[in-house]
């Protein structure tokens, strides 16, 4: 049941990691109720996904450490302790799609055919989609799913390419 939520952990840190580096600390993600009830497949009310919460900490410990659940109101905030950031580190793919993705869109001068080049070199079904809504400038996914599921949205700022990813389900819900 916990599967889907404790992958988006483990790709939340695993990102952050490739593009910060590796510290042995403590780390807070926060996600709307909307999400959580996605990840977990049941339609909870906020005292509820918080009894769930607990539920995955404890399935999670052996692998995450003793993860910290609290919320405000439908936003809740999961901190996972140094010992869950170093599993991630551990397990974690330098070498993948996310790994190189990050390396060619964090140097600067970088131009967004480089960085489409990247998605390319990784599937042969790529989407991508120029948009205009004053959000991002381009979506950017995998029909398939593989490597990854995300959807990537893309902005040309200057010199530099910075992007933001979702799931799926988090870019419908916003409505981009």
Known sequence: MFEMLEKNIVDMIEEQQLKLGYLAETVRLYYPLSSLNRFVGRDCT???????????????????????????????????????????????????????????IGTHGTTLEEVLSVFRAYSDGVHIEKVDNNEFDYLVYFENGIPDDYRYCITEEGNHIIYHRYTREDYEEFGF
């Open 46 to 104: 906020e005292a509820e996904m918080e009894k769930c919460l607990n539920e995955f900490a404890v399935e999670v410990r052996g692998r995450l450490g003793q993860l910290q659940v609290s919320n405000r109101g439908k936003r809740f905030c999961i901190a996972i302790p140094p010992e869950g950031a170093a599993y991630v580190h551990e397990h974690m793919d330098t070498h993948g799609f996310l790994a190189s993705f990050v390396e060619v």
